[in-house]
């Protein structure tokens, strides 16, 4: 009976696996196939060909370098500004008695939580005011503006809940508001930063809505974005649409694989308190 | 934001954690990345209203018309598509990503062999973007693609249709792969709460004779009371913010069969260049969301408190 049970388990969670796991190497696959095998057989075939040129012609004539380019430029200052001054703040509304802590506090979560579409416009007119329209700055400081209320929450709940013993030890050696930021606090609050980082990442590098608001050529579209451009250019290409699909995915599965247990704390973050 | 400066000197040991000073640099650490915010969220949100009561094509300047925008959509068929398919999204994407996610959090909470693969399975596609999901699943969907070969194997040929492009079935075809997405995500935050949960309350209810259904109904669905809140937030928000997916597989299309707010709200700002309109579903989002953002904002403050 119970091998009965576990035999079960497992043949489900088998067929479900394949479920998840199946498009997703299917287009591996086919990143690998040939023009005219595809054409000859369709995209529901098993491959019958062998090419990597694919991912050359993605990489090159589909701009695929460039645009991951332009995601790095934008995502590495975004993630590092946006927990820089996250931390910031949320280090002097957690562990000093700021006049309307809470409010602001709150205020900076509101903002995050609004739908982006209200913002949208506004954003646009604004960048194109300051001169950053279609520029990678417009991006960086809107992705910073917007993941700010956020981050700003998580470290706050995290570090109003480090022992004041250690800023009061530090504060009775001498140290500043300054050094008992970077040389203590900073330290503490490492895996809660590091699981944000990774979150972050992968939120601003799969991001289209702020790239396709603020930025208008080509050339400057980050990897996202970019990929619905390459669908355009190789229309009937599905071999090379696939390898701009696998390029583009390779990044965020890269930070997950390496800071998993981050990531997913990261998720769970907000949810058991 | 009224952070006074003050330096009344540090009595550590009898306020705890808490010193009373003040210093410039605290007072920056608040305001450098209230200020961001402000230049990038609140001020615009605030414009954002303000848009909607006008008419504005970009060039010109904004002319105010009061209401007009919102009298307009109140008879607008596409804005009345848009909200119908935003409820059935919320509901398809949204119930289902809870139950498939949770269903999945239960079968896989314990450890045992196979589990790790399992989870890491369903986790996958969380870490694609939703442009990288939309193209996986558009091969599926192709003309003699995986959909159809699938069907022509088991005998279904009269159900093969282009999944995409016939406006009887292009929302359903997007709402599957959102969904497909979403589920490992939901499952993660399920995990986290069912592993948070003190194994002696199941221990103490299998003592008193409860069988796993009445385990289920008492013990594990009253002590997940704080991650649903969690999950029903992050669901509803995510529902309303959905337009990826949707932009990147059908823009919308065909006839607006598969339109959403924000993908109508999206194509009539910066296609048809009409912003004050598009203000005026944006806002419209935003009233939608509100509740939920404010019983978010409730649970915050008393956490907080």
Redesign the interface.
């Known amino acids: 009976m119970n091998k009965l049970r576990t035999g079960a388990?497992?043949t489900g969670?088998i067929l479900?696996?394949l479920l998840?796991?199946g498009?997703?190497l299917?287009?591996v696959v086919?990143s690998t196939r040939s023009f005219d095998d595809i054409a000859a057989h369709?995209?529901?075939?098993l491959p019958r060909s062998f090419t990597l040129d694919t991912y050359r012609q993605a990489w090159t004539d589909g701009g695929e370098l460039r645009a991951l380019i332009n995601s790095m430029v934008v995502t590495v200052p975004s993630v590092l500004l946006s927990l820089g001054?996250?931390a910031?703040?949320a280090?002097?509304?957690s562990?000093?008695?700021?006049?309307?802590?809470?409010t602001?506090?709150?205020?900076?979560?509101?903002?995050?939580?609004?739908?982006?579409?209200?913002?949208?416009?506004?954003?646009?007119?604004?960048s194109e005011l300051t001169g950053l329209y279609d520029t990678l700055w417009a991006l960086i400081?809107?992705q910073?503006?917007?993941g700010?209320?956020f981050y700003?929450?998580v470290l706050h709940?995290f570090m109003r809940d480090l022992p004041?013993e250690i800023?009061?030890a530090a504060?009775?050696d001498g140290a500043?508001?300054?050094q008992i930021?970077t040389k203590v606090m900073l330290p503490l609050t490492r895996p809660a930063l590091a699981a944000l980082g990774a979150l972050s990442f992968?939120w601003i590098?799969?991001?289209?809505?702020w790239a396709?608001?603020v930025l208008r050529t080509d050339d400057n579209m980050p990897v996202?974005?970019a990929?619905?451009g390459l669908?355009g250019q190789f229309v009937s290409s599905?071999n090379v649409?696939?390898a701009?699909?696998v390029i583009?995915?390779v990044p965020?599965?890269a930070?997950?694989l390496r800071f998993q247990r981050h990531?997913?704390?990261g998720?769970?973050l907000?949810?058991?308190? | 934001m009224t952070a006074t400066i003050s330096t009344t000197s540090v009595t550590p040991i009898r306020r705890r954690r808490r010193s009373a000073r003040l210093s410039p640099l605290l007072v920056a650490f608040v305001l450098v990345p209230f200020l961001v915010e402000s230049i990038w969220v609140f001020w615009p949100a605030l414009q954002g209203f303000w848009f909607s009561l006008t008419r504005w094509d970009g060039m010109s300047p904004p002319a105010f018309v009061g209401t007009d925008n919102y009298v307009e959509l109140a008879g607008d068929a596409t804005f009345r598509g848009a909200l119908v398919n935003t409820v059935i999204w919320l509901v398809l994407f949204g119930g289902l990503s809870v139950l498939g996610g949770f269903g999945m959090a239960l079968v896989l909470q314990k450890e045992r062999r196979g589990v790790g693969f399992y989870r890491a399975a369903l986790f996958t596609p969380v870490v694609f973007s939703l442009v990288v999901t939309a193209l996986v699943w558009r091969v599926f969907y192709q003309p003699d693609g995986i959909a159809d070969t699938l069907l022509r194997a088991v005998g279904l040929e009269s159900l093969i249709r282009p999944w995409l492009a016939d406006p009887q079935t292009a929302l359903y075809a997007v709402i599957l792969p959102a969904l497909w997405r979403q589920i490992g995500y939901v499952m993660v935050l399920f995990l986290a709460g069912l592993k948070a949960i003190d194994p002696a309350l199941h221990e103490a209810a299998r003592m008193d004779g409860a069988n796993s259904w009445q385990r289920l109904r008492h013990v594990t669905i009253p002590q997940l009371k704080g991650v649903n809140a969690v999950v029903l937030s992050v669901i509803v928000i995510d529902s309303l913010r959905s337009f990826d997916i949707v932009w990147s597989l059908t823009k919308g299309g065909p006839y607006h069969s598969s339109e959403l707010l924000s993908t109508y709200m999206y194509s009539t700002a910066f296609q048809s260049l009409r912003l004050g309109y598009a203000s005026a579903i944006a806002v419209v989002i935003f009233v939608l969301a509100l509740a939920v953002i404010l019983g978010y904002l409730v649970r915050a403050f008393r956490e907080e408190a």
Do not use: C, Y
């Not at chain 1, 369709?42 to 075939?45: A, D, F, K, L, Q």
């Not at chain 1, 562990?95 to 809470?102: K, T």
């Not at chain 1, 205020?107 to 209200?118: H, K, T």
């Open positions: 388990f497992h969670m479900l696996s998840w796991l498009p997703v299917w287009v086919m369709g995209v529901g075939s001054l996250a910031m703040a280090f002097a509304l562990r000093f008695r700021i006049p309307g802590r809470r602001i506090l709150l205020l900076m979560l509101a903002g995050n939580l609004l739908p982006p579409q209200i913002l949208l416009i506004p954003v646009a007119k604004f400081a809107v910073v503006g917007f700010l209320g700003t929450f709940g004041g800023q009061e504060t009775i500043g508001t300054a930021f992968t590098f799969n991001d289209l809505l396709i608001t996202t974005p990929l619905l669908q599905w649409i696939a701009g699909t583009a995915a965020t599965v930070v997950f990531f997913v704390s998720l769970a907000g949810a058991v308190k």
